[in-house]
Protein backbone atom coordinates (compact mmCIF):
# COMPACT_ATOMS: atom_id res chain seq x y z
CA UNK A 1 0.00 0.00 0.00
CA UNK A 2 1.44 3.41 -0.93
CA UNK A 3 2.11 6.21 1.52
CA UNK A 4 0.01 9.10 0.83
CA UNK A 5 2.14 11.47 2.75
CA UNK A 6 5.33 9.97 1.14
CA UNK A 7 3.50 9.76 -2.31
CA UNK A 8 2.45 13.33 -1.99
CA UNK A 9 6.41 14.42 -1.47
CA UNK A 10 7.73 12.68 -4.62
CA UNK A 11 4.95 13.85 -6.41
CA UNK A 12 5.65 17.74 -5.40
CA UNK A 13 9.27 17.14 -5.48
CA UNK A 14 9.21 15.93 -9.18
CA UNK A 15 6.68 18.18 -10.34
CA UNK A 16 6.52 21.68 -8.46
CA UNK A 17 9.12 23.34 -10.32
CA UNK A 18 10.31 27.22 -9.33
CA UNK A 19 11.32 29.82 -12.16
CA UNK A 20 9.19 32.29 -14.29
CA UNK A 21 6.16 30.77 -16.05
CA UNK A 22 3.90 31.98 -18.49
CA UNK A 23 0.15 30.36 -17.18
CA UNK A 24 -3.32 29.38 -19.28
CA UNK A 25 -4.37 32.50 -18.32
CA UNK A 26 -1.49 34.76 -18.89
CA UNK A 27 -0.38 35.62 -15.45
CA UNK A 28 3.10 34.96 -14.81
CA UNK A 29 4.11 32.55 -11.96
CA UNK A 30 6.95 31.89 -9.67
CA UNK A 31 6.20 28.00 -9.73
CA UNK A 32 4.66 25.77 -12.23
CA UNK A 33 3.53 22.33 -11.44
CA UNK A 34 4.46 19.86 -14.25
CA UNK A 35 1.77 16.81 -14.20
CA UNK A 36 3.60 15.10 -16.81
CA UNK A 37 6.75 14.62 -15.06
CA UNK A 38 5.16 12.07 -12.75
CA UNK A 39 3.63 10.33 -15.69
CA UNK A 40 6.61 10.29 -17.95
CA UNK A 41 8.51 8.73 -14.56
CA UNK A 42 8.04 4.50 -14.48
CA UNK A 43 8.33 4.39 -10.96
CA UNK A 44 6.49 7.31 -9.60
CA UNK A 45 3.42 6.73 -12.17
CA UNK A 46 3.18 3.11 -10.92
CA UNK A 47 2.87 4.58 -7.51
CA UNK A 48 0.15 6.39 -8.43
CA UNK A 49 -1.46 3.96 -10.41
CA UNK A 50 -1.19 1.15 -7.49
CA UNK A 51 -2.78 4.04 -5.48
CA UNK A 52 -6.20 4.39 -7.71
CA UNK A 53 -6.44 0.62 -8.25
CA UNK A 54 -7.79 0.89 -3.88
CA UNK A 55 -9.94 3.48 -5.04
CA UNK A 56 -11.55 1.65 -8.53
CA UNK A 57 -15.18 0.66 -7.74
CA UNK A 58 -16.15 -2.79 -7.37
CA UNK A 59 -18.17 -3.15 -10.60
CA UNK A 60 -15.82 -1.51 -12.70
CA UNK A 61 -15.52 -3.65 -16.29
CA UNK A 62 -13.52 -1.13 -18.35
CA UNK A 63 -10.68 1.96 -17.62
CA UNK A 64 -11.53 4.99 -19.59
CA UNK A 65 -8.16 7.27 -19.54
CA UNK A 66 -8.48 10.70 -20.49
CA UNK A 67 -6.55 12.49 -23.66
CA UNK A 68 -3.73 13.19 -22.54
CA UNK A 69 -3.14 12.63 -18.85
CA UNK A 70 -5.18 10.07 -18.06
CA UNK A 71 -3.89 7.45 -20.78
CA UNK A 72 -0.67 6.56 -19.19
CA UNK A 73 -1.96 5.92 -15.58
CA UNK A 74 -5.22 3.97 -17.34
CA UNK A 75 -2.85 1.83 -19.11
CA UNK A 76 -0.61 0.86 -15.86
CA UNK A 77 -3.96 0.38 -13.85
CA UNK A 78 -5.26 -2.24 -16.57
CA UNK A 79 -1.88 -4.06 -16.43
CA UNK A 80 -2.22 -4.17 -12.73
CA UNK A 81 -5.79 -5.22 -12.40
CA UNK A 82 -5.84 -7.14 -15.63
CA UNK A 83 -9.19 -4.59 -16.51
CA UNK A 84 -9.64 -3.58 -20.06
CA UNK A 85 -8.77 0.56 -21.45
CA UNK A 86 -10.28 2.42 -23.52
CA UNK A 87 -8.61 5.96 -24.51
CA UNK A 88 -11.45 8.36 -24.16
CA UNK A 89 -10.68 11.32 -26.69
CA UNK A 90 -11.89 15.54 -26.37
CA UNK A 91 -13.78 14.57 -29.36
CA UNK A 92 -14.40 12.10 -31.72
CA UNK A 93 -12.12 12.39 -35.23
CA UNK A 94 -13.53 12.62 -38.49
CA UNK A 95 -12.05 10.18 -39.88
CA UNK A 96 -10.97 6.15 -39.63
CA UNK A 97 -13.30 4.81 -36.95
CA UNK A 98 -14.49 8.05 -35.50
CA UNK A 99 -14.71 6.96 -32.58
CA UNK A 100 -14.55 9.23 -28.87
CA UNK A 101 -13.66 5.92 -27.12
CA UNK A 102 -10.51 4.10 -28.58
CA UNK A 103 -9.60 0.64 -27.41
CA UNK A 104 -12.34 -1.33 -26.79
CA UNK A 105 -16.61 -1.08 -26.75
CA UNK A 106 -17.90 0.50 -24.09
CA UNK A 107 -21.79 0.00 -24.73
CA UNK A 108 -23.68 -1.37 -21.73
CA UNK A 109 -20.73 -1.58 -19.69
CA UNK A 110 -19.26 0.62 -16.19
CA UNK A 111 -16.49 2.51 -17.33
CA UNK A 112 -14.85 4.13 -14.71
CA UNK A 113 -13.00 7.06 -16.00
CA UNK A 114 -8.98 7.94 -14.93
CA UNK A 115 -7.77 11.40 -15.25
CA UNK A 116 -4.56 12.58 -14.10
CA UNK A 117 -5.42 15.86 -12.55
CA UNK A 118 -9.12 17.89 -11.91
CA UNK A 119 -9.44 21.60 -11.60
CA UNK A 120 -13.41 21.77 -12.58
CA UNK A 121 -13.95 18.78 -13.92
CA UNK A 122 -15.04 20.08 -17.03
CA UNK A 123 -12.94 17.52 -19.21
CA UNK A 124 -14.10 14.84 -17.24
CA UNK A 125 -17.95 15.81 -17.49
CA UNK A 126 -17.77 16.28 -21.00
CA UNK A 127 -16.05 12.90 -21.71
CA UNK A 128 -18.23 11.19 -18.93
CA UNK A 129 -21.26 12.62 -21.38
CA UNK A 130 -20.33 11.55 -24.27
CA UNK A 131 -19.33 8.15 -23.16
CA UNK A 132 -23.28 7.92 -22.22
CA UNK A 133 -24.15 9.00 -25.25
CA UNK A 134 -22.35 5.43 -26.65
CA UNK A 135 -24.04 3.29 -24.21
CA UNK A 136 -21.57 3.17 -21.03
CA UNK A 137 -22.33 3.47 -17.85
CA UNK A 138 -20.35 6.40 -16.15
CA UNK A 139 -20.38 7.35 -12.39
CA UNK A 140 -16.73 7.58 -10.54
CA UNK A 141 -14.01 9.36 -11.91
CA UNK A 142 -10.42 7.88 -10.40
CA UNK A 143 -7.94 10.80 -10.16
CA UNK A 144 -4.14 11.25 -9.24
CA UNK A 145 -4.49 15.11 -8.22
CA UNK A 146 -8.11 16.54 -7.28
CA UNK A 147 -6.77 20.54 -6.97
CA UNK A 148 -10.52 21.62 -7.52
CA UNK A 149 -11.72 24.62 -4.85
CA UNK A 150 -14.47 23.03 -3.07
CA UNK A 151 -17.79 24.03 -4.17
CA UNK A 152 -16.44 24.81 -8.18
CA UNK A 153 -16.33 21.03 -9.80
CA UNK A 154 -19.02 20.27 -12.29
CA UNK A 155 -19.69 17.02 -11.89
CA UNK A 156 -21.61 16.51 -9.09
CA UNK A 157 -24.47 18.30 -11.63
CA UNK A 158 -23.58 14.93 -13.89
CA UNK A 159 -23.83 12.92 -10.85
CA UNK A 160 -20.08 11.77 -11.47
CA UNK A 161 -18.37 10.85 -7.74
CA UNK A 162 -14.36 11.75 -7.63
CA UNK A 163 -12.04 9.72 -5.80
CA UNK A 164 -8.47 10.90 -5.44
CA UNK A 165 -5.43 9.95 -4.51
CA UNK A 166 -4.02 13.26 -3.66
CA UNK A 167 -5.67 16.43 -3.09
CA UNK A 168 -3.75 20.20 -3.78
CA UNK A 169 -3.75 20.25 -0.25
CA UNK A 170 -1.78 17.05 0.24
CA UNK A 171 0.95 18.50 -2.26
CA UNK A 172 0.64 22.19 -0.83
CA UNK A 173 1.81 20.26 2.72
CA UNK A 174 4.17 18.30 1.28
CA UNK A 175 5.67 21.26 -0.13
CA UNK A 176 5.90 22.97 3.04
Same mark, same amino acid.
Request: charged share 25%; hydrophobic share 45%.
Given at each position: ????????????AR???H??F?? $? *???? *??? !?F?? !?????????????A??? %????????????????????????VS??? +??P?VF??????? !???R $???? +??????R?V?? %????I??G +?A %??N??????D? +???? *?????????????D?V??A?? %??? $? *?V???????????
Amino acid at each position: MTDPSALAHAIDARCRLHGEFVL $R *SGAV *SDE !YFDK !YLFEGDPALLRRVAEAM %VALLPEDTQVLGGLKLGGVPIATVVSSLT +GLPAVFVRKKAKE !YGTR $RIAE +GGDVDGRVVTL %VEDIITTG +GA %VRNAAMALRDN +GAHV *STVVCAIDRSAPDDSVLPAVQ %VAT $R *SVLTKADLDAAAG
